[in-house]
């Protein structure tokens, strides 16, 4: 009797252990497309800035955004976002800088053909 209930018990516990972790996967799947576009978006921003990538990061605006963040997520707080958001925002920023690396490396044995002629207005 005691033995059946503790078995049951934990088949249930495994179950929404299940459940649960399945949850997660979905909201993790959301998460990194919302990462993504994220990335994109940020990068744009990169090209467009004076000074961009990390020498440009401006800490006013990351601390504001993770206040804003923070009203929503309350749980975790403006401490957490804040080390979440630098991680999120520092992948982003190194993404950006090795693409625009790569923009500008010269292709071999070409000086202008070859290399991409990036989009009009764009900083070379
Ligand atoms: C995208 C920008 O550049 C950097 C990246 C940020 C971000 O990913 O949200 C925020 C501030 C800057 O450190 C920006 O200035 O808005």
Avoid: C, W
């Amino acid at each position: 009797m005691h033995d059946r209930h503790h078995a049951t018990g934990t088949e249930n516990v495994d179950e929404r252990i299940r459940d649960l972790r399945g949850r997660i996967d979905l909201m993790d799947a959301e998460l990194a497309e919302l990462l993504e576009r994220r990335a994109l978006v940020a990068a744009q921003v990169q090209r467009l800035k004076p000074v961009g990538y990390f020498a440009g990061r401006d800490m006013t605006r990351e601390r504001e955004l993770v206040e804003r963040m923070a009203e929503r997520a309350p749980r975790l707080g403006a401490e957490h976002l804040a080390t979440i958001m630098d991680s999120v925002i520092g992948a982003g920023l190194a993404v950006a800088q090795e693409e625009a690396a790569g923009r500008d490396r010269p292709r071999s044995g070409t000086s202008g053909p070859g290399r991409r002629t990036g989009r009009p207005g764009e900083r070379p």
